[in-house]
């Protein structure tokens, strides 16, 4: 049997990152790690990894993070006005997807 595994995050989500400290929308997860094994060192494959589109003060760069380093951000609620538009699309629920990609 296989233990199934539960995405915490999801789709178009606001998040952070505890040590990084760069904040950003989840724009693809991974159920484990995808890339090659012993690639994570001290960090556990067998958790789910985000692909985050962070926004910085250069613009926006897209970070690949483990579930266990990302928080829910209750600082923000929103990304910022001109951010939005520059980067995202936002359905009527409010989730993020960035310009290049549909939510699915």
């Given at each position: 049997?296989?233990?199934?595994?539960?995405?915490k995050f999801g789709l178009g989500q606001?998040?952070?990152?505890?040590?990084a400290a760069f904040r950003g929308v989840v724009?693809?997860?991974d159920p484990v790690f995808a890339g090659q094994p012993g690639d994570t060192g001290e960090i556990s494959p067998?958790?789910?990894f985000y692909q985050v589109l962070a926004l910085g003060a250069e613009g926006g760069f897209v970070a690949y993070a483990p579930e266990d380093a990302l928080e829910h951000d209750p600082e923000l609620s929103s990304v910022a006005r001109e951010a939005e538009t520059r980067w995202f699309t936002v359905d009527r629920k409010g989730r993020y997807a960035p310009k290049s990609h549909a939510i699915h």
């Open positions: 049997m296989t233990d199934e595994i539960v995405a606001i998040v952070r990152h505890r040590q724009i693809d997860v067998d958790q789910p």
